[in-house]
């Protein structure tokens, strides 16, 4: 069974960064793509960026570009998201989602989320 | 970016019933696009890709179709465990876009 285990739910004050994790299972890691996608009552879902494990190689959304960095580690399964400089405009659920093996763009595996809530 | 406009924002049908979600595109995106479908407190879930291939294990009452900016989702014969919120998502041209959603209820 294909399995993302993503890290908790964060509070974190403005101007400071977070990194969160996703923890990839029952597949191998290396043969997809994994998503990021935003999602926040005012903005809908919006999708972050991508990374392919096998070659470390990254696509950003242009609104994230400076805001998220993706990562990833082959040999714990798990890959990583950190946001910078953080705002309220930063408060939203966050989710990882693997690469469907019929097509790279679609996303058939989603973590449960995890929650960043931005406030002094 | 392209633009997708997903309609009706709310939707509500009785068990049995056939529904339809629409999403337009602000651009021809060949059939690039998936449906996702979203249980309250839950992670969306892939439905349908390149526009009309239905996701392995999901019930044939879902059907999605559409070419160039007009795509649509049916259900057919809706069940009570079909309450959720569905998205329509892009991936002709990057940014990947998703539409704001549709909210479907029981009457």
């Known amino acids: 069974e294909v399995k993302l285990q993503q890290s908790g739910d964060e509070l974190v004050r403005p101007g400071a960064s977070v990194k969160m994790s996703c923890k990839a299972s029952?597949?191998?890691?290396?043969?997809?793509?994994m998503h990021w996608v935003k999602q926040s009552p005012g903005q809908g879902l919006e999708w972050i960026g991508t990374i392919i494990p096998l070659i470390d190689t990254t696509s950003y959304n242009q609104k994230f570009k400076g805001k998220a960095t993706l990562t990833a580690d082959k040999s714990s399964n798990t890959a990583y998201m950190e946001l910078s400089r953080l705002t309220s405009e930063d408060s939203a659920v966050y989710y990882c989602a693997r690469s469907s093996g019929l097509n790279p763009y679609v996303m058939d595996a989603w973590g449960q989320g995890a929650s960043v809530t931005v406030s002094s | 970016d392209i633009q997708m406009t997903q309609s009706p924002a709310s939707l509500s049908a009785s068990l049995g019933e056939t529904v339809t979600i629409e999403c337009r595109a602000s651009e021809d995106i060949y059939n690039g696009l998936a449906w996702y479908q979203q249980k309250p407190g839950k992670s969306p879930q892939l439905l349908i890709y390149n526009a009309n291939s239905l996701h392995t294990g999901v019930p044939s009452r879902f059907s999605g179709s559409g070419s160039g900016t007009q795509y649509s989702l049916k259900i057919n014969s809706l069940q009570s465990e079909d309450v959720a919120s569905y998205f329509c998502?892009?991936?002709?041209?990057?940014?990947?876009?998703f539409g704001s959603g549709t909210k479907l209820e029981i009457k």
């Open positions: 029952g597949y191998t890691f290396t043969d997809y793509a």
């Open positions: 998502q892009q991936y002709y041209n990057y940014p990947f876009t």
